[in-house]
């Protein structure tokens, strides 16, 4: 159940906003040097302002593979060499673009609950095998709760993101 929670928080973490975050690049991987790399490994990101990203590239060899990455990522960013640096502009989201987000969250909330129900249900199934009836009630009540408690939690990112993509944070 932790690990779904966990999971969820992640997707969400990678969904923009609209508000530049250096966590936005964390995911892309570079061609450089005949290897596919990690963004971290080429370069540091920083936010210079709310709506645009710097990349200071350790190596000017691998700008353009950089600005190849990130232009090519789904993102659909399009960032430009200046230097050793890459600038990479965050457009504000369109409404449908907002639309888009929060269902994409929605389905990621669902995605984690319907992994809670699947932990719950082995959870279930191991306490049936346990020989008191008293203890499996016991058993199956703990785990029923912790279940709600789960749900709960995913229900509360879940909100937290919504209205973090509704007010252009995060």
């Known amino acids: 159940m932790e690990r779904a929670l966990g999971h969820m928080q992640g997707e969400l973490a990678n969904i923009r906003t609209g508000r530049a975050s250096p966590g936005m690049l964390d995911h892309l991987k570079v061609d450089v040097y005949g290897d596919r790399m990690p963004l971290k490994a080429c370069g540091s990101v920083s936010v210079r302002d709310p709506q645009l990203l710097a990349v200071t590239v350790f190596d000017s060899d691998a700008v353009p593979a950089v600005v190849k990455a990130i ?12 230097g050793q640096e890459v600038l990479v502009p965050i457009p504000r989201p369109t409404a449908e673009t907002l639309a888009a987000m929060i269902k994409v969250c929605r389905a990621e909330a669902e995605n984690a609950k319907v992994s809670v129900r ?16 008293d203890e499996r009630k016991r058993v199956e ?3 029923q709760k912790l279940t709600d408690d789960y749900i709960a939690q995913v229900e509360s990112v879940m909100t937290k993101k919504e209205a973090a993509i509704k007010s252009h944070d995060s």
């Open 141 to 143: 009540k703990e785990v």
């Open 71 to 82: 232009a090519e990522s789904p993102l659909k960013l399009n960032p430009r060499a200046e």
């Open 118 to 133: 699947h932990a719950r249900k082995a959870a279930m199934d191991a306490a049936k095998k346990l020989a008191s009836e």
